[in-house]
């Protein structure tokens, strides 16, 4: 079953070990053509999470 196109962004939380993940759409992932194990960097802003790509 596919998501309504609204809800397609929505993503939940998800814990593994002791770390936390969340998934990123596909649609995402080929638009800014980021790989698997592509190295990123989490940006916080307020009470908001920024995901950018890791600058060597």
């Known amino acids: 079953m596919r998501r309504k196109i609204e809800d397609r962004n929505v993503r939940k939380i998800s814990k593994r070990g002791g770390s936390y ?11 800014l053509k980021w790989r698997e194990k592509q190295k ?10 920024k995901i950018v790509d890791w600058e060597k």
């Open 21 to 31: 993940s969340v998934t990123i759409p596909v649609e995402m992932m080929r638009e």
């Open 40 to 49: 990123i960097v989490f940006k916080r802003s307020g009470d908001s999470l």
